[in-house]
């Protein structure tokens, strides 16, 4: 029998098959190469200046809502007890909700990205991106581990969880900051019912693994916080809490770009339940609208 | 050498092409499933609506207000209007729950369709993968428009049109039939978000963005929706509450201690800015009586 005795299409088909198979062949073992720094890795650039765009949650965001109008968090009867401590006399008296006396526990890192602000991004080093804000000007930092920039986005923050936690010195407003760029996916086992890569070595089930897939995003956890403020008008947050944020960049129809943060709020000392929002932010070409404002230490700790 | 196909080898060469040629498919799978939405934000509209005449952080026009200011919540009782669905702009703002599904091509395992059912009012929404071909010219508006949808890395690009002239915010804030909407979803982990962007020539200046979360639910659990309508209210058929223009005058955002005019909405109140322009705005005046709160 010879390969001329089948037409040529089919002799073609048969190439085609046995060399998608030897492609997919394990690839040669290579020595590791060190993993890039989280500025090296980053996905999508989050630097420059943003505003926070207040559509949502108005007189709750850009006003001191009423003394213990806490609609819509999850407060436990603990929280509310605090909450109803709250003594507008000491934040402006009479005009209290519009008044611009706001205490620092308001701009605490589990409240932070829903005051109205704008906020300047920039690299301290390759695994520090600082976040600053004008009002209330607080300044986080959000540290990468070394050698592990990536994480899958199908995967918990657990080990961020238990890094943020860690010792990291005297707690503080706004604690310590674990972050990991979310890849979308990786094709491995467990995407295997997505489909294979186009163009990709591998069939259905052996695709090659740890392909990163385009999109992403930031995923911060945060611990290690004082107590503070989910809002201006002293809706609690304990010292237990942590945060859970993911920074989405995204376009609006005119190509204008933005990003979201989502924020979960997880303290089982005043909450019955995470207390999760969505901020959006968009990006202005400088800093000429940067506006300086104080808060205020009203209370003494 | 000239070469020449026989139906058997181009029957070979299209089974080959479908082997080989997977299309890649990216995270078409990511939003299947009951989600729950999340009440975390935005409590008045979850519940009673917003206080009629606080249009703040909205970037209303002069026109949106008239409208606004004629409206009446006795509306919402005329057996014509109880069963109208929320439009595809504002379908998340109800304490409900939704399950997303997709179609797929049996042929090639393109993703088609991704679909989209809100349990209250009964939203039913198709959102078209493209390449889809537009929607035939004569296609009328309706509450949940015409979608289209791409995938861009994790994140579903949704674009609607052919929208009913609706509202968006349920104290009388109206949006034109021209408006359209693009939204944005993504996920994480049991988190999944919809920014929304909604954009309207009569009666916004800049688009509005919102976004909303929902929470997943393993168990989720699809309730029926009837509505029957019903004369809640009697009064002669064909009689539409309403208010003329200026006749009343909504100072119920007074209760929360917000200048009236800031309440007003405008562009300008989306910004942090705002809260030094705050600083001088006149008082406010006293309620007078006739006053609506």
């Known amino acids: ?301 | 050498m000239q070469v020449h196909l026989r139906p058997l080898h181009w029957a070979a060469g299209v089974i080959a092409w479908l082997l080989l040629a997977q299309p890649a498919v990216h995270a078409q799978s990511m939003l299947d499933g009951y989600w729950n939405l999340l009440l975390d934000e935005d409590a008045p509209e979850y519940g009673a609506g917003p206080e009629e005449g606080d249009y703040a952080g909205l970037p209303v026009t002069a026109a949106s207000r008239d409208v606004a200011q004629s409206w009446d919540p006795e509306q919402l009782t005329v057996p014509e209007m109880q069963c109208q669905p929320f439009p595809s702009t504002y379908g998340p703002r109800a304490v409900t729950i939704m399950r997303v599904w997709e179609d797929r091509d049996p042929y090639n395992n393109q993703q088609t369709q991704i679909e989209t059912w809100i349990a209250f009012s009964a939203q039913h929404r198709h959102i078209y993968m493209t390449p889809q071909p537009e929607p035939p010219p004569v296609t009328p508006d309706s509450w949940q428009g015409y979608s289209t949808g791409r995938w861009v890395g994790n994140v579903l690009w949704v674009h609607t049109d052919r929208l009913k002239a609706a509202f968006i915010a349920r104290n009388g804030l109206p949006l034109d039939d021209r408006s359209t909407m693009d939204e944005r979803f993504f996920r994480y982990a049991d988190v999944l978000t919809d920014v929304m962007m909604i954009s309207d020539p009569q009666y916004l200046t800049r688009p509005v963005i919102e976004s909303k979360e929902y929470w997943r639910a393993p168990d989720g659990i699809m309730e029926p929706y009837p509505c029957v309508p019903n004369d809640e209210t009697p009064r002669p058929k064909g009689v539409l509450p309403m208010h003329l223009p200026g006749v009343v005058v909504h100072d119920g955002p007074l209760a929360y201690g917000m200048p009236l005019q800031a309440a007003q909405g405008g562009a300008e109140t989306m910004f942090p800015e705002y809260e030094d322009v705050m600083q001088s705005l006149p008082p406010n005046p006293a309620p007078k009586a006739g006053h609506k709160r």
């Not at chain 1, 934040?91 to 909700?97: I, L």
């Not at chain 1, 491995?188 to 890569?197: H, K, V």
């Open chain 1, 1 to 301: 029998m010879t390969m001329a005795r089948f037409p040529a299409a089919v002799r073609w088909l048969a190439a085609m098959i046995l060399t998608q198979g030897a492609l997919a062949q394990p690839p040669a073992v290579v020595p590791p190469r060190p993993l890039p720094d989280g500025q090296r890795a980053a996905l999508f650039d989050l630097t420059g200046y943003w505003v926070s765009v207040i559509t949502e949650d108005w007189r709750w965001r850009m006003m001191t809502a009423n003394k213990g109008d806490y609609a819509s968090v999850p407060l436990n009867a603990a929280g509310r007890k605090l909450a109803d401590q709250f003594d507008p006399a000491l934040y402006g008296g009479a005009g209290y909700h519009i008044s611009q006396l706001i205490d620092c526990r308001a701009f605490g890192a589990a409240g932070l990205m829903r005051m109205p602000i704008r906020v300047h991004i920039s690299w301290q080093d390759g695994n520090d991106l600082k976040l600053e804000t004008d009002r209330g000007q607080q300044t986080r930092h959000l540290h990468f581990v070394p050698d592990h920039p990536y994480e899958t986005a199908e995967q918990p923050v657990t080990a961020q969880a238990q890094l943020a936690q860690g010792h990291h010195g005297a707690a503080s407003a706004q604690g310590y900051s674990v972050a990991v760029w979310e890849q979308a996916y990786r094709f491995d086992a467990s995407s295997f019912q997505r489909g294979p890569p186009a163009n990709d070595r591998g069939g259905l089930g052996r695709v090659a693994v740890n392909m990163a897939q385009p999109g992403g995003d930031l995923a911060v956890v945060t611990g290690n916080l004082t107590a503070g403020w989910l809002r201006r008008n002293g809706v609690p947050y304990g010292v237990q809490t942590h945060l859970v944020e993911h920074y989405q960049p995204f376009e609006d129809p005119t190509g204008g770009q933005w990003f979201d943060v989502t924020t979960e709020v997880d303290d089982p000392q005043y909450l019955n339940a995470p207390f999760v929002t969505s901020s959006d932010f968009e990006k202005e070409a400088d800093g000429s609208k940067w506006s300086p404002h104080p808060c205020r230490q009203v209370v003494p700790e």
